[in-house]
């Protein structure tokens, strides 16, 4: 016997003890496959044939068989089944899972069975159990496909079951296999001209012949209609024709509408109310021929209620498809697919009130659709409605698939009169897409708990649970608007220790790090000592509001590395937005990049406007009471220098007190008073996105020199980074580099950066560092202490490990990147938000802060 | 399962369910994670332990000199037990102390004790207990201000001296003695009048040198470093104890863990001085920071010693709890008249949003026609706090049922809010950023939207009535906004419009004619 199953069902067994049911599970599933009750018995309770563990042991399975409905899995249920009861709740299991309940029978003579259970010795019951069992089954063989099962197979004989095979067949709807381009066409309702136009602007030739159309697709490409193709338009025995024709040849694939079926149950003779349009198609395809109509009855009833092309990245349905519905079919699958769902309510049209399931749509596959018009396809968390109102008056609309691209074709003219005007002509358009609508609000379950995000660059990050709490909370009490918040800088590793005496940090290691990754050529860049600051800045609100979604009328933003608004003056930091802009502009670049925004990666001066707190309650006081005490201490030890063991303190209280007053020249170079934008200095190092990009794939000397060009702009404002590159093969040109940090330092730098060339650079095993930092031997005071210097100090300081903190940086550069690729795809801002997000919850990781 | 259900892994899941068990905190962060403080920090580049930003500074100074001219005046070393003609240096946890003589003469004698404390290793010593790097910083005035280490190093150096013995000179160790100590240098808090409070009484002449925090940038105000001198003429047992006592005391931090050893400790080294100090409850208080019940312990034993002047005793109290008890009784009536409003609602199950650390949720508790209560906070710490002041982990278990506390915020959507018959948001929007408020908004009364929803906040306009608060200035440093009652009413008017609520509003607190209650309530209902 052949048993032919859907590659996804719930396959029940069902037979008396003894029948040979896990045999036959053995043979023909996966042990991971079968769930048997026998097994379940075992897990609660250490004995196979504990009877009184039964009712714990089938929840178990009834839990195990959900988690894998759930995931998509074919299971196997091995127990008797015998009864009724038993078999109800796997029924409705599968119903709730979209998967078809398929029953197998082992309807084997009794005696058999009973000798069977004679042999085993655990299964010392007596006949009467398996007499029961036995009627039981023969009492419940006949009502099973009333239960619900979709295919019923009985095996009467030892011999049959020996010959079964079992064949498991693709759903009707996996077209995974198809991999397109496809060119996916809204609902068209009998609009034939339209179509026509429509297919030859998509570069489809379509031949007229004696024996109807004939449709030429261009090279590979294949369309596929929403469906809806009947009902209220001038054309629709043409359209019929076109697209039956376009599926025979394999032209085309169709998924049904629901005006489609209503015409099928129409033209098989069913009661049906010749409403919204039905009379138009009954009439057209009344002057058809009978075989026409018969072709027609055929074809609509021969399709399928939606397809998954492309590995399951592309899902196309009439009325759209939640995540957990698709590849899988039942009843409720196929309802889902023609009409959507609804709430139960109605509108002021007396039509009802569609649920809004693409706003909660979270699922992998991009989603194409129509049934519902609307006058401009939008995105919304992968999922696009196509149907432009085409007999209304509106369009046709296409997808091109993989490309992503809308093209349409303006209707001839309105051919029927909507109830509801889906072309809210008189109202302006809609300030926010319908994605930024559901972007205004983030849900709290995108963010918290343990996570794992995917990036292109690196590959995927985990966030531990109790540092997205840490998270949360930052985020939520001071970060800026998450509309802006499209990236966060990663934390930046120092360079390996210096074996140089008196030295923590030297060029030298850096150098040596990018060689051992196989970097040849570096950046040097500046290091400003002030605060890191991402800017956001549009070409003007209007940018700000179709791009970011901002309302306000804000023309940008300029935050910390931790989200928070760097001005607590919304006069000041819009005056500062605006010299940026207009720097901007002046450059050209909004022009060379073809762009209505930017967003730079940049430090703002000095350090002191944003670390005021940590200055006044931390570094000054410390430089005080250093400066305060010392010489005191100096004067006590002078006066007792005769003592010898003494006088050697006195020398080591001098150089402690030489280094004290080196501490505070060391941070006050990086404090000035600010009392208005004029005190101000931002140094831009990288241009991160603009419209359509990501420059993470220019080099730096780009980056430099694009900035230069911007900066040279307000040259009070902003600040040109001096650079240098280095080849690493070339002595020479290591020594000049080295020199460089030297004279940086030796006048008080706070050090340099160095970087590969390459934005992004592959070292030996993954990614090199993006960035390494060679900080000067004064301005390390300020991290280490003011005493680091002193032999005894620095031998202990360099003895530190750099491995977390550059394994840090690479996760929180990989996830920086990420949140830019996918804002700059126009990813939902909850994909964005959950990169930056990351970022934040990584740096609440305990590492050296000092590093 | 969800392991959540074994109570050791957070997993937000359990929350979803109505009859979702109480939440028993799961996640310890402290040294696994950076604080939400310490993360802020990232942003001035430089991090340090924020313990060091909230409290008074360490106060201590780097050399203690103690100089006699009682002739001959070189006997200062028999009563220090340290020859003159010697340098003695101890080693101690932090660094070490030297004891060295710069002056010997018979007319004029003096001892200096130099600490010499070891910036790396007070940093580095930690390394065994948080592995991967400790978030103290090396940038520390610790070094160079003798706080309650001078304290420990004196125990070490001078621990004879300080019990008022001495081999060879006892006569001169019982005597009064003229002696001037200088200190350099002190952190102190309270500046020149507190150092004057506390060794004026205990016959010292007090001078008092002023070091500025950055003669550059005197818009950092000023520092509180002093050089300190002490002129008097003590035993020199009562010098040592005095400023054993008194130099921790200017500076209410300590450096390690106070125990109830530490009482003990105050109460011998205060031995006969301190019950009669008219400051004595102040330096009980900053000796013992932050632990009141041991300072309570201590000033009841300092009580017994010395049966001070009752009358006394009560105004010091009076004073003292006028402060506390405005804002307390102003806690109270928010309180009370939440729970009014709740229980004129008839709502069963109510969530706390923004419930801090559990003061609302505790009288919600006693309310027995409550059936679900729901806390939340965006502080994990605060929700910490919270089970452990209403002892969420020994609440019986029907008790316990009706009570959750969840981690959440109101700046996302949480469908774990929906469907409840009430929301208290107390004190709460103050802390929002204006420009973030539109998503509150959304999250509260369009996501959640409990059928009552009661908001408090501060009136601005009250706060001319507050004599401490200068004008202009909000009444706690986290407030991004204070509105007037004009400001809420407009507000609370757009809400009730935009999301269809009712609104009343209700005075809290005393109201006065002219600029209303201080604490101003809307209350919105469906």
Redesign the interface.
Known sequence: MNITIPELSLVVLVGPSGCGKSSFAREHFKPTEVISSDFCRGLVSDNENDQTATSDAFDVLHYIARKRLAAGRLTVVDATNVQVEARKPLVALAREFHVLPVAIVLNLPEKLCHERNQNRQDRQFGPHVVRNQSQQLRRSIRGLEREGFRHVFTMSSPEEVAGASITRQSLWNNLKEQHGPFDIIGDVHGCGEELNALLGQLGYRIETGLAGPKVIPPDGRRAVFVGDLVDRGPKIPEVLRLVMKMVEEGTAFCVPGNHDMKLMRKLKGRDVQLTHGLADSVEQIERETPEFTQAVIKFLDDLVSHYVFDGGKLVVAHAGMKEEMQGRGSGKVRDFALYGETTGETDEYGLPVRYNWAAEYRGKAMVVYGHTPVAEPEWLNRTINIDTGCVFGGKLTALRYPEKELVSVPALQTYYKSVKPFLAEEESAPALTAQQQLDDLLNIEDVIGKRIIQTRLHRSITIREENATTALEVMSRWASNPKWLIYLPPTMSPCGTSKRDGLLEHPEEAFAYFLHEGVHKVVCEQKHMGSRAVVVVCRNADAARTRFGIMEGEIGVCYTRTGRRFFNEARLESEFLDRVRKAVEVAGVWESLNTDWICLDCELMPWSAKAQELLRLQYAPTGAAARAALPAAITALAAAAGNPEIASLVDQYHQRKEAADLYVESYRRYCWTVESLADLKLAPFHILASEGIVHSVKDHVWHMETLAEICKADPDLLFTTPFLTVDLTDPSDKEKGIQWWEQLTASGGEGMVVKPLDFVAKGRTGLAQPAVKVRGREYLRIIYGLEYTMPNNLERLKSRGLGAKRSLALREFALGLESLERFVHKEPLRRVHECVFGVLALESEPVDPRL | MCPAQTGH????KIFEGRSGRALVLP?A?N??????A???????????QLR??HCP?IIS???L?ITTTHNPATDLGYLLHKNP???HSFELSFGKA?L????ATPECC?A?L?LDVD???LV?GKRGR?E????D?????R???LSSLLSVAMGRALGTAMTGRSKGRQELADRKIPLTA?L??V?CRGGEPLLRELFEPLGYEVNAAH????E??P???E???Y?VTLKGIVRLQDLLNHLYVLVPVLDAEKHYWIGQDEVEKLLRKGEGWLAAHPHKEAIVKRYLPRQTQLAREALAQLAEEDNPDPDAKEEAHSEEEMKMEEPIRLWQQRMGAVVAVLRSSGAKRVLDLGCGEGKLLRSLLQEKALTEIVGMD???RSLEIASRNLHLDRMPSKQKERLKLI??????????LAGYDAATVVEVIE?L?A??L??FE??LFE?ARPKTVIVTTPNAEYNVKFDTLPAGQFRHKDHRFEWTRKQFQQWSGRMSERFGYGVRFLPIGEEDSQVGAPTQMGVFSL
């Open positions: 892994i957070y997993c937000p996640l962060l040294d696994q994670v950076r604080t939400p310490q993360l802020l920090e990232a942003e001035s580049k430089q991090r340090l060091f930003l500074r100074t780097m050399l000199t003609e010697r340098m030297h060295f003589y710069p002056e003096t200096a130099l910036p790396v290793g580095r948080h991967g790097g400790t978030l910083q090396y940038v520390n005035d070094p160079y201000v200088t350099a240098v952190a070091h500025p925090l950055d550059k940038f818009e950092w105000g520092g509180p470093y050089t965006v502080s994990y981690h959440g915020s109101l700046m996302y959507r949480d469908k774990r802390h950023d420009p973030r539109a998503a959304r999250v996501a």
